[in-house]
T-cell receptor
Framework: GAGVSQSPRYKVAKRGQDVALRCDPI?????LFWYQQALGQGPEFLTY????????KSGLPSDRFFAERPEGSVSTLKIQRTQQEDSAVYLC?????????????FGPGTRLTVT | GENVEQHPSTLSVQEGDSAVIKCTYS??????FPWYKQELGKRPQLIID?????GEKKDQRIAVTLNKTAKHFSLHITETQPEDSAVYFC??????????FGKGTTLSVSS
């Protein structure tokens, strides 16, 4: 079946611009996660949804970052007033996360470059 | 919060040799430990995982061991092949929530 998809795959933004990154999870997956991966580093947790409820946003680096999943399916990560330090690959993952099924499957990521 | 340490950061082996990557975690509540393989410019791919009620799991050439008491887990790859070359990440999670990743190990397999 179809895996996790993300769009756009690449985004160049000028410092101060707002950006919106989209994630389409695997159909039927209850949980959706956003991670940030800087060059040469491991992914770092940003936020997590179960259906439409945002259960954990402890990893969002500042109040310029905002995520939503209004209908419990597609999710959008928005970054306002982008800064150079926001340049990274933003990864989305989804998981069934029911009855002990914990596997998270990742999308291809959106590479954000802030100039 | 959880902290995951991963060693070594780079590992070079000859084709056919074994490779071992080790991770430690800090939060005793963590109960799910996946390993991901990431090729350059690609998404992380889940290759094997283990839960805290299991000490060892094997899938063909790949095995993972978990020592809950010492809070460490390891990835073992036997009979390495050039296509095993990639960055490998360990991670820890509690009940399938946020994955906390190690910093990664770059594995190079030369033929």
């Amino acid at each position: 079946g179809a895996g996790v998809s993300q769009s756009p795959r690449y985004k160049v933004a000028k410092r101060g611009q707002d950006v919106a990154l989209r994630c389409d999870p695997i159909s039927g997956h209850v949980s959706l996660f956003w991670y940030q991966q800087a060059l040469g580093q491991g992914p770092e947790f940003l936020t997590y949804f179960q259906n439409e409820a945002q259960l954990d946003k402890s990893g969002l680096p500042s109040d310029r970052f905002f995520a939503e999943r209004p209908e419990g399916s597609v999710s959008t990560l928005k970054i306002q007033r982008t800064q150079q330090e926001d340049s990274a690959v933003y990864l989305c993952a989804s998981s069934l996360r029911i009855t002990g099924i914990y596997e998270q499957y990742f999308g291809p990521g959106t590479r954000l470059t802030v100039t | 919060g959880e902290n995951v340490e991963q060693h070594p950061s780079t590992l070079s082996v000859q084709e056919g040799d074994s490779a071992v990557i080790k991770c430690t975690y800090s939060d005793s509540a963590s109960n799910y430990f996946p390993w991901y393989k990431q090729e350059l410019g690609k998404r992380p791919q889940l290759i094997i995982d283990i839960r805290s009620n299991v000490g060892e799991k094997k899938d063909q050439r790949i095995a993972v061991t978990l020592n809950k008491t010492a809070k460490h887990f390891s990835l073992h790859i036997t009979e390495t092949q050039p296509e095993d070359s990639a960055v490998y990440f360990c991670a820890a999670s509690t009940q399938g929530t946020a994955l906390i990743f190690g910093k990664g190990t770059t594995l190079s397999v030369s033929s």
